[in-house]
């Protein structure tokens, strides 16, 4: 697995120079090349700015649900950029890699069967932002993604809104006193949704302890239950790195990754614990010095075809 998109992820969340920071949500049309059919996609995207003509992204797509076929992914680019003024048109070109999830149906398979494929594809886009005196932006995007091998290349039009947030450094200016210590308590509830092509769905919860440790960098330690449903029966520990940005004095933007032992794992005969990863998107609002809201994204990574979502809400208690 290749290191440089998780450079840049490093890159991007740590740069403490630059301040402006933009977050945009984007929804449209996908085609697939091979297939020469059509879906929908969806898309969020935050970018950092380095100077006038320089930005580094983070992003999520979802190509929809093409026949056999439910991919999504995370990608990371570099954008070239026209420079932004506080209104008019700005276009930019991206280039990087997109860390693909496909739900796909192998041909050889029963109308229940379905893998979980992962893999690296490059993706290139092109932006038109229209900039609003207020800080915020309509956009049009156009992505192509081009994997390797038996995955079809796709082609995604979407149009969309977003915010440049441009009053803080980005880093943990909520705490007091420049101390970066951030010790956090948190119940979170949600829904469970297997990456099978039926998506079955069940209750989920988690309760995380979570730990500042650098400006831009959080540890977390979770027990988690991903509720029962036809296609798993799991629960267990993770731990994982967060990459933090502070959006304003309340509201946080992170990414974490990180090892996840499942246990009762109920779905594998003979099975009792299983190694898995965890890949998450968090954003966090503080309400005041110990109240934090947190909405996350949560995607369980297993290698016997058993991934699923964990869309948790909750509230955490700071000390």
């Not at 297939?35 to 970018?47: L, P």
């Not at 999504?72 to 003024?85: E, F, H, K, Y």
């Not at 109240?291 to 994204?297: C, I």
């Amino acid at each position: 697995m290749s290191r440089r998109p998780h450079l840049l992820v490093a890159s991007l969340l740590m740069a403490g120079a630059a301040s402006a920071q933009d977050l945009s949500m984007q929804g449209g049309a996908l085609r697939v090349s091979g297939a020469q059919e059509n879906s929908f996609a969806v898309g969020v995207n935050y970018v950092q700015p380095f100077g006038d003509y320089l930005g580094l992204g983070l992003g999520y797509l979802n190509e929809g649900h093409p026949s056999d076929h439910h991919r999504d992914g995370v990608s990371a680019q570099v954008w070239l950029r026209t420079p932004v003024n506080s209104w008019g048109m700005s276009w930019a070109v991206g280039a990087g890699q997109y860390y693909f999830f496909d739900t796909a149906h192998p041909r050889s398979g029963g109308p229940d069967a379905y893998t979980n494929d992962h893999g690296w594809a490059p993706i290139y886009s092109v932006q038109a932002t229209w900039h609003h005196p207020n800080r915020w932006y309509t956009q049009v995007q156009l992505n192509r993604v081009i994997p390797s091998g038996a995955k079809e290349p796709t082609t995604s039009l979407l149009v969309g809104a977003g915010y440049r947030f441009d009053t803080v450094r980005g880093d943990k200016l909520h705490l007091d006193g420049g101390n970066s210590t951030d010790d956090t308590l948190t119940v979170l509830a949600g829904q469970s949704i297997v990456n099978s092509l039926e998506s079955e769905r069940s209750r989920a919860g988690t309760i995380e302890y979570r730990r500042a440790i650098g400006r831009y960098v959080d540890w977390t330690v979770s027990g988690l239950r991903e509720g029962t449903s036809a296609g798993t029966h799991r629960s267990g520990v993770a731990t994982q790195l967060w990459l933090i940005r502070s959006l304003n004095r309340e509201m946080e933007l992170g990414m974490g990754v990180g090892p996840y032992l499942a246990f009762e794992v109920h779905d594998v005969p003979g099975t009792r614990s299983h190694q898995a990863g965890l890949v998450s998107v968090a954003g966090r609002y503080h309400f005041n010095k110990r109240v934090v809201g947190t909405l996350s994204l949560n995607r369980v990574v297993t290698d016997y075809h058993r991934d699923a979502d964990l869309l948790l809400m909750g509230l955490g208690y700071s000390y």
